[in-house]
């Protein structure tokens, strides 16, 4: 972990405060931000804090059938949504906290990436008072029930890694809308691994609010890297590729629904150019 903190520690790091009232949109952005590290319009280490409406969010390489109740999902208008890294399905609602991080591809290992970005997680937990442990490679527990998960996927040319903190999420509907994954039947797709969860709300027996914990976060990104985030927007050219992932992929039942390849921005076919850790 130590090399990856070296090899950031005195980089300026920009804060993109960027939520939409979508889920697809919201994961477009994920990837863009990433799209641009590859072309090397973006060469500053990204920080976002980040909120979804209702959602299940499927790793790239899981089957909705096999994760989604999706009948209590119209039911409870919950949004279906793909992200482009691997690992399992998560929901998110308006009390879920999602933190991204993206960078220039580690010189570190996948693990120390890894460990690095999830201890960020782990001390802002701690400074809020929740005695908490990582079980890695990518989850946190707080009494043996899961409040966070992570996903990574590195690149050529760039790493990202995002998590989803239960802050005053709706546990019920999380069980509701993802019921079926429970059955581990064997199958070529990506399979979600269940364990019991928990929220903030519930572990410090006081309600929550997201913000709270994104300020906590980035506080405990600052002292750890010794510099204030700067304020950001999205670029000229991470908004144009945002418009074209969101139009061409995201917002496409073939990729939310299906996973289909073929899908990526610009003229790349096929897999797109990276390697997903699943979770």
Request: glycine share 6%.
């Amino acid at each position: 972990m130590s090399t990856l903190v070296t090899q950031v520690k005195n980089v300026k790091k920009r804060k993109i405060d960027c939520t939409y009232p979508s889920a697809l949109l919201n994961l477009a952005v994920e990837e863009t931000i990433a799209r641009n590290f590859s072309t090397g319009s973006q060469t500053q280490p990204t920080v976002r804090l980040w909120v979804n409406p209702k959602s299940v969010i499927l790793g790239r390489f899981q089957s909705v059938r096999s994760e989604v109740d999706l009948v209590q999902c119209h039911l409870n208008d919950v949004q279906i949504a793909r992200r482009f890294t691997g690992g399992g399905a998560v929901f998110h609602d308006e009390g879920t906290l999602n933190f991204t991080i993206t960078s220039a591809r580690p010189e570190s290992s996948l693990l120390e990436f890894q460990e690095a970005n999830l201890r960020l997680v782990l001390d802002a937990l701690g400074n809020l008072g929740v005695r908490c442990s990582a079980s890695p490679p990518n989850s946190i527990l707080v009494e043996g029930r899961k409040i966070c998960g992570a996903a990574c996927a590195v690149g050529i040319d760039f790493g990202i890694w995002h998590c989803s903190v239960l802050v005053d999420t709706d546990v019920q509907l999380l069980e509701s809308a993802l019921a079926p994954s429970r059955s581990m039947a064997k199958s070529r797709f990506v399979r979600s691994k269940w364990q019991p969860v928990t929220t903030l709300s519930n572990a410090l027996r006081r309600r929550v609010g997201v913000g709270e914990v994104a300020r906590t976060l980035e506080s405990t990104i600052e002292a750890r890297f010794g510099h204030k985030l700067e304020a950001s927007r999205l670029s000229t050219e991470e908004e144009e590729c945002l418009q074209v992932l969101y139009t061409q992929k995201y917002s496409l039942d073939e990729w939310n629904m299906e996973g289909e390849r073929g899908f990526v921005y610009g003229k790349e076919k096929g897999r797109a150019n990276h390697t997903t850790i699943a979770v």
